[in-house]
């Protein structure tokens, strides 16, 4: 369509462009939220369930009587969820039945360097028309290809947390997700099950995703190609990041969800590309300052719950709430909007309280317990400079002052070696680590932010930002990748390899 991009570089919600979608956006709140389905294993042995997706072109319903073209994993947006149970062995075994090469990540993971989805390792489409392809990334090497499908093997051997899978090919992985290759992988342990936190259908996800759409439904993302760019003097606004201007909450435009006047664990997963999001309640309870109560991030459970106002999450970051809706009568209405937003994306989603319900619920005083690593046990220190950069003559966004090759190691851990890493930023870069968590020592010069509590695998950095963090290389031996997950920043390169030897 004409008039295709609103060029928008913003200092402090997003780093991105805004897209504005030419169909005719429906008024909020009027459709419920709904969970994605949670996918049944094929296969159970002794200690391993082994779970299918196939991943393949399908048409979702965003809005009423319009099929938009999608990429989904079983063909739906998001895709299935898979629960593991901690301490059996999860294998997804993926058919790509989509015209391009996919790899799949489970982010948050702990898994072998094989099975993490490097990025190319590709699985080539299963109708063979790719064959020849030869998976070359940058440096020209080609990664460990399969043809039509590949086994996933997750040993699930941590802790209760909200992870997520989406598609991760070397210099594709946003479109990739923008057009619908991500789920939700939950893992559920004995320690969070003995806590008395709502369950059942008083748990609910909600993966929340910038979008923009065609006159005619199509999902709308910008041409990497400059030639095809419409708005005179915008080289290159795919690199910035891209953002929407429909919020979907589990693949449904500004939903409402009935509940209960009684409590509510919410997890938050932003799967926007670029966008982040600040998610308040409206209007608050009265009273209450700080309704949302933090009891969980990327890595599980904190150790004590933590009342905020409102909740930070950039790109792929988890924070996990519970939100009391008896301070609420029945009959009453409550937003979750996002202050980064304006306009459309203002607004996120609706409750609706319904009923009185009796509530057997509680948030601990006492969580869970986290080992703290001690900076004094730290064998050495890095610095891992993320910011903007010429390569080769074009912009691009660089890790100390170098772009992605497979063959650029940028720290060579021993195996269990405790490391404290500072990083650097010149914009806002969520950096995101493979394979391990991690503990945020310091911001600047200044303690851990309010969001920062328990293991992180995603940490938010705004611009001219610099935090300490620390982690133990363990787990595995081998080469996995971190990276900006801005999945636009990290398609342009910004990505590097840690080896653990
Ligand atoms: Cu969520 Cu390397 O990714
Ligand atoms: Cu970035």
């Not at 499908?149 to 210099?171: G, N």
């Not at 999450?313 to 519970?322: D, F, G, N, T, W």
């Not at 660089?398 to 772009?403: E, Q």
């Not at 610099?466 to 997950?485: E, L, N």
Request: proline fraction near 8%.
């Amino acid at each position: 369509g004409g008039g295709l991009l609103a060029f928008r570089f913003t200092g402090t919600d997003s780093t991105g462009t805004l897209l504005r979608s030419g169909i005719d956006l429906p008024p909020p709140f009027r459709r419920p939220l709904t969970q994605p389905p949670v996918l049944a294993p094929v296969e159970s042995t002794g200690d391993t369930d082994v779970y299918e997706i196939t991943q393949r072109e399908a048409t979702a319903e965003f809005f009423e009587g319009v099929q938009t073209p999608i990429w989904g994993y079983d063909g739906i947006f998001p895709g299935p969820t898979i629960v593991s149970p901690r301490g059996r062995t999860t294998v997804v075994r993926h058919r790509n039945e989509l015209p391009v090469p996919s790899v799949v990540h489970l982010h948050g993971g702990r898994v072998a360097p094989e099975h993490d989805g490097y990025p190319t390792d590709l699985i080539l489409p299963a109708d063979g028309s790719l064959d020849d392809h030869h998976g070359t990334g940058h440096g020209g090497h080609a990664g460990d290809v399969t043809h039509g499908s590949r086994s996933y093997e997750y040993p699930i051997d941590q802790r209760a947390a909200t992870l997520w899978y989406h598609d991760h090919r070397m210099d594709f992985t946003a479109p990739a997700v923008w057009r619908g290759l991500a789920g939700l992988h939950l893992v559920t342990d004995e320690e969070e099950r003995a806590l008395p936190l709502p369950d059942g259908d008083r748990d609910l996800a909600l993966v929340i995703m910038d979008r923009a759409f065609d006159e005619d439904g199509a999902l709308r993302y910008p041409s990497r190609d400059p030639e095809l760019l419409e708005t005179p003097g915008v080289t290159a606004p795919y690199e910035a990041g891209v953002l929407g201007d429909v919020i979907l909450v589990n693949g449904t435009p500004w939903p409402y969800q009935e509940v209960d006047a009684v409590r509510y664990r919410l997890r938050l997963l932003n799967g926007c590309n670029a966008r982040r999001l600040r998610l308040r309640l409206d209007p608050a309870p009265d009273g209450v300052d700080e309704p949302l109560v933090q009891i969980a991030s990327d890595g599980g459970l904190l150790e004590r719950p933590r009342a905020h106002p409102h909740i930070d999450l950039a790109s792929a970051e988890r924070q996990e709430v519970v939100v009391d809706f008896s301070r609420y009568g029945p009959g009453q209405t409550v937003r979750l909007v996002n202050d980064f937003g304006s306009g459309t994306t203002a607004d996120v989603m609706e409750f609706r309280v319904v009923r009185e319900a009796r509530d057997e619920s509680e948030v601990p005083e006492r969580l869970s317990e986290i080992e703290r690593l001690d900076p004094a046990d730290a064998v050495r220190e890095r610095d891992m400079v993320f910011q903007s950069n010429a390569v080769d003559g074009q912009h691009g966004w660089t890790i100390n002052g170098d772009p992605f090759s497979v063959d650029r190691v940028h720290a060579a851990p021993n195996h269990g070696d405790i490391e404290i890493w500072n990083l650097y930023t010149d914009f806002h870069h969520p950096i995101h680590l493979h394979l391990v968590h991690f503990q945020v020592l310091k911001r600047g010069s200044r303690e851990p932010g309010r969001f920062d509590g328990g293991w992180k695998d995603t940490l938010d950095l705004g611009p001219a930002e610099q935090a300490r963090i620390i982690t133990r290389f363990d787990g595995y031996r081998g080469k996995y990748v971190f990276h900006c997950h801005n999945l636009e920043h990290e398609d342009m390169m910004m990505m590097g390899n840690f080896e653990v030897r």
